[in-house]
């Protein structure tokens, strides 16, 4: 054996010694994993969930259904659909896959100027950018199946009209679910409820796939009903539109009243425009006229002038009055045709600003501004409509002899077409304001504010008006009915009046025998052949009233009746 040379006893033992050092290595190591791991698992173990949790849980919100508004026979008029906003997440989504062009021509965008988009919220460093809010559900189904990293789609509701225009500029618009205009903003208190929120699980790439935990569950917002009837509205705003287009006049407004309960059947505006449509929107198509504008009403108003002349006890329908000019100051007040001596009803029925001018001047003004007041001129009507005016009745102290005469048939003094539609109502209901409704069930509570006769001499004088007075084209086929037009000179760019610009009035009742419906008709500025109310509002009254009373099945005057059968047993 050589020198040196290694037995096999050696090579045995180094074996053996290389043998212990690796396994002892591998335990060693194998001790700091178990430590490491019952560190991690256990010790740490609320560290590490929350950090897994901040990647893969989140609390989301849970978008509240708005409540529906519908009309009083419960048809929709607002109602909520459930809708997906479009989110990503800038910093780490890929704009250069095949899915990202699918996805722009999904949500009806140029993938350039989506790509755009995202780049200047790059440099904004936004944390995410909505792409698309309001995506019908369709849509967003299919956006799922592309399975694009880093997008997100959130549950939202979006507000559809069914109705469309007719009714657009009463019930306004809301934007994400919340009220802007109109009736969805009166009570978008109620009708918005409250959100809830929810924990989902997302995967790496931000996309949910499970949904964990209900923290609070959202609540509905409050169903509301309006007084509104459809179909009346449908028949307003349809004779509104025609007379609008055919006198070519700037715009109109029209207001149905319930007389029995105060509730208000329809109003009307036009032009308008489709709160379905979002381009069509402007400040001027979105305002409801008949709610916001005030206006001179000339002589629609001489009824409560009358009102008052009646309940001093002075007057009744034999008085006579003179109608010859009236002379204050410098001013003098005269008719087209001096009319001389006639008596109460003749005043109203020949509509004689002169008669009207003595007749306010005898009165006391203190008792006369009360009973204007107590009509609802100078005060709001509806419990909060946004952008409400409640016109303009100066304190008596202010007017003067001049603005007592010139008030007497409507000029210094200034309405809305609804406090106008209040005030004819109360006439209606027997000589009781009630204060008019956009809810059904009115509540509130009525006021006398003249007496019953003297609410049936009104009515009666009324009649006269449209049966051989100045509003003919009022008349209604088999009904007796009431009104009073009035044409008013719209005040000049200079100060004054000018003398070929005018609003066309008219405001009546029917039937007269047995008060249904209260209708109140605003033609601003008619540049057709004709502009007197008594031309121009009177026929739209004439149109809805009629196809009012016959679809609400509203039976006619018993008078009428009469003469119809003593008509055909004549032939």
């Known amino acids: 054996m050589r020198r040196g040379a290694e037995t096999k006893e050696d090579i045995s033992k180094r074996f ?7 396994f002892g290595f591998f335990v060693f190591f194998s001790i700091i994993l178990i430590l490491r ?21 989140k609390t989301v919100d849970i978008a509240a259904y708005r409540g529906t508004i519908t009309d009083r ?8 659909i459930p809708v997906d906003h479009i989110k990503i997440y800038p910093k780490k989504f890929d704009k250069n896959t095949k899915e990202f062009n699918e996805l722009a021509i999904l949500i009806e965008k140029d993938p350039n100027e989506l790509r755009k988009s995202i780049q200047n919220a790059l440099v904004e460093n936004k944390t995410f950018l909505y792409i698309k809010k309001n995506v019908e559900t369709s849509i967003s189904n299919k956006i799922k199946i592309l399975e694009i990293p880093n997008l997100e789609l959130e549950r939202n509701y979006k507000r559809s009209y069914p109705a469309g225009k007719i009714v657009s500029q009463l019930l306004g618009l809301t934007s994400d679910e919340k009220g802007l205009e109109g009736i969805e903003r009166q009570y978008d208190g109620s009708l918005k409820g409250v959100s809830g929120k929810k924990t989902v699980l997302r995967d790496r790439h931000k996309r949910q796939i499970e949904n964990i935990e209900i923290i609070k569950s959202p609540q509905a917002g409050m169903d509301l009903t309006l007084s509104i009837d459809l179909r009346l509205q449908h028949i307003a705003y349809k004779a509104l539109e025609s007379a609008v287009i055919e006198n070519q006049a700037i715009s109109g407004s029209a207001i149905l009243v319930d007389v029995l309960n105060s509730e208000i059947l329809a109003i009307a505006n036009h032009p308008t425009y489709d709160n379905n449509k979002r381009r069509s929107m ?27 002349a009646i309940e001093t006890g002075d007057y009744d329908n034999s008085s006579i009055i003179d109608t010859s000019p009236v002379r204050i100051g410098s001013r003098n007040i005269s008719d087209a045709r001096d009319l001389g001596f006639v008596d109460l009803p003749t ?25 204007m007041s107590d009509f609802g001129f100078g005060s709001y009507v509806t419990d909060g409509f946004p952008g409400e005016s409640r016109g303009q009745l100066h304190h008596h102290s202010e007017w003067g002899e001049i ?11 200034s309405v809305t077409p609804i406090q106008l539609a209040q005030a004819y109502a109360a006439i209606a209901n027997k000589g009781v304001n009630k204060p008019l409704s956009l809810r059904k069930n009115n509540q509130n509570e009525g006021k ?44 000049s760019g200079t100060g004054g ?15 007269i025998e047995n008060p249904r419906l209260v209708a109140v008709v605003l033609i601003d500025e008619p540049t057709g052949e004709f502009y007197y109310g008594g031309d121009v509002a009177a026929p739209v009254f004439s149109e809805i009233i009629s196809e009012s009373l016959q679809l609400l099945a509203i039976p006619p005057d018993e008078n009428v009746i009469e003469s119809v059968l003593l008509a055909e047993s004549s032939n």
């Open 448 to 491: 006398r504010i003249i007496k019953e006769e003297t609410a049936s001499k009104i009515l009666k004088m009324l009649e006269k008006v449209v049966v051989d007075g100045t509003s003919k084209k009022a008349k209604v086929e088999g009904y007796r009915v009431g009104g009073k037009s009035g044409t008013v000179w719209k005040i």
């Open 37 to 57: 791991s019952t560190y991690l698992q256990v010790l740490n173990k609320d560290f590490l969930i929350h950090q897994g949790n901040l990647r893969q849980l």
């Open 73 to 80: 026979n419960n048809k929709t008029l607002a109602i909520s």
């Open 347 to 371: 005043v109203l029925m020949r509509s004689s600003n002169a008669g009207m001018s003595r007749i306010a001047l005898s009165l006391e003004s203190d008792k006369l501004w009360g009973l």
């Open 16 to 22: 053996i010694m290389r043998s212990f050092w690796v």
């Open 403 to 413: 603005g007592k005469a010139t008030m007497s048939y409507g000029y210094g003094i």
């Open 282 to 308: 402007s400040s001027a198509l979105m305002r409801n006229r008949a709610i916001i504008d005030m206006y001179e009403p000339g002589s629609s108003i001489k009824p409560f002038i009358i009102a008052r």
């Open 497 to 511: 009046y000018s003398n070929d610009r005018y609003r066309a009035i008219f405001a009546g009742v029917a039937p």
